[in-house]
């Protein structure tokens, strides 16, 4: 990082922090000791992590790539979640750094680490950060994954984070479309270390994404705020690991983090899953549960009603109900008002009652902003619809409100 570019920035930065940068880049000639549109990049991703990296966010002597990295770049809850699927690893390569955060809990975890990135601009800003951070215990390589890993020593683990867009910024999922291509270069990650943790689009399929990785021993499906933001796929040597598929479980843990950082956690595999058999009721009790968006990706639907006591509402609505409050449930947990058949009629009335709510619709023929649309209920408030399909396939909306502890 050149030094030229840091002198005068951050006090500059301070500044304008509160400025609109369309005009700030405009009036660029009146500051000709400061390099204006750098100065904004890093406005622009300041901005954007003040929630995301509260403790990057505070050290104010920080630089940026850009504020795309910053949006790409794990979050500090989902990155201090990665440390527990570290056991006693002495050495860890991370092939795909970026912007360094998940290197920099890792660095205080794992005594000798390994930092890849084959972004100059991204490499320097993160040396830089890394050295502010006092971080000392890094080895850093400005080079591509597969490069290192020809050349690189084995090490007790790696961790990898494919590339999901190209350089016009075009989003990609499918494995193979990502840099590095995760399927090729597998066989000799694992040459290189016994584990490897690779973090995947949350909009992969896990099913089909398990039958592409076969070494896989562990799913983490990591939501905040109830937005799927990372799976986690951890895979094993097999000469050190027998398991293959068939021969051992593969188990999916799905976490949320609330509103107030409270974390939800379930775990299941799919055999259990597959085999479950849990009750479908077709009476709408006193509470109604909808499960966390973890565990609606994993699709862990049977599971989650024979490990909670709830009852099932249909076995393609995924939500659930009982007389008795279940708090613990990893999920919304609301208090049935009033049940309503869905007809023409009520569409047409219900806004004279219920003007406004946020509706949401499962196993039912409208989407959530057609039936808006229908019933011209104005979004927001305390009320909360759902409509559904009930086990002898009739339609209904469910007026609900937020479930108080009994406790």
Known sequence: ?????????????????????????????????????????????????????PTWHANTSLLFPSKIAVEQCSSEQTARYKLRLLRDEKSLCDLTGGLGVDMYFFAQRVPQVMYVER???????AMYNFAQL??????????????VLKKMQPVDIIYIDPARRDKSNRRFVALSDCEPDLLNIMPLMLSKAPKVIAKLSPMLDIKHT?????????????????????????CQNHVNIP??????????????????????????????????????????????????????????????????????????????????LFPDFPGRIF??????????KLCKQIHRTIPQAHISTRNFPLQANELRQRTRITDGGDCYLFATTLADETKVIIQCKKAESKE
Do not use: W
Not at 119 to 125: L, V
Not at 134 to 147: G, K, M, R, S, V
Not at 310 to 317: A, M, P, Q, R, S
Not at 335 to 344: A, R, Y
């Open 134 to 147: 006092n971080i000392q215990n890094i080895t850093a390589y400005n080079d591509n994954a597969e490069n």
């Open 210 to 234: 398990l039958d592409l990785l076969p070494e896989t021993t562990e799913i983490h499906v990591v939501s905040v705020k109830n937005e799927c933001k990372e799976l986690l796929f951890v």
């Open 119 to 125: 972004s100059r601009k991204c490499f320097d800003i």
């Open 1 to 53: 990082m050149e030094n030229s570019k840091c002198v005068g920035l951050f006090p500059f930065i301070e500044e304008h922090a509160n400025d609109d940068l369309a005009e700030l880049l405009l009036s660029a000639k009146r500051y000709p000791a400061i390099d204006v549109p750098f100065a904004v990049e890093q406005i622009r991703a300041r901005r954007a992590i003040g929630e995301k990296l």
């Open 243 to 324: 398991l293959r598929r068939g021969q051992g479980e593969v188990y999916i843990h799905c976490i949320n983090y609330t509103t107030e950082a409270v974390e939800q956690s379930f775990c299941f595999t799919f055999s259990a899953e597959h085999a479950a058999e849990c009750t479908i009721t077709n009476t709408i009790q006193t509470y109604l549960y909808e499960p966390n968006t973890s565990i609606l990706k994993a699709g862990g639907y049977k599971q989650i009603a024979l490990q909670t006591g709830v009852e099932k509402l249909h076995k393609n609505t995924h939500l659930y109900t009982s007389e008795k």
């Open 335 to 344: 208090e049935v008002v009033e049940v309503f058949p869905f007809t023409g």
